[in-house]
Nanobody, 122 residues
Framework: QVQLVESGGGLVQAGGSLRLSCAAS????????MGWFRQAPGKDREFVAA????????YYADSVKGRFTISRDNAKNTVYLEMNSLNPEDTAVYYC???????????????WGQGTQITVSS
């Protein structure tokens, strides 16, 4: 069983920044990739970013590329999401996941955290 705990959510003004973190209970060597999804009220969940647990690749949704940065700390089994230049459209519940990248480099989540609310005020 993989346990994921997100932290760092909350309320922020438009143009501001937040950093999310997510710690996984499983060992680092067992993690293939981690990533973030979000779901705004009344909308489908949306891929945000993913990072393999080895190498230097990162993957982003077009809507956040250039504003968000995903990173990892392998020793701590932790993934981060640095969110800059936030706007009200970024308001959503953000979910931390573990998963994998398929043949087409599409991130496929396997385990989900409980989610953390991000609210960006205008």
């Amino acid at each position: 069983q993989v346990q994921l705990v997100e932290s760092g959510g909350g309320l922020v003004q438009a143009g501001g920044s937040l950093r999310l973190s997510c710690a996984a209970s499983r060992r680092t060597f067992s993690i293939s990739a981690m990533g973030w999804f979000r779901q705004a009220p009344g909308k489908d969940r949306e891929f945000v970013a993913a990072i393999p647990w080895s190498g230097s690749s990162t993957y982003y949704a077009d809507s956040v590329k250039g504003r968000f940065t995903i990173s990892r700390d392998n020793a701590k089994n932790t993934v981060y999401l640095e969110m800059n230049s936030l706007n009200p459209e970024d308001t959503a519940v953000y979910y931390c996941t573990t998963g994998r990248l398929d043949y087409y480099r599409i991130y496929r989540p396997d385990y989900w955290g409980q989610g953390t609310q991000i609210t960006v005020s205008s």
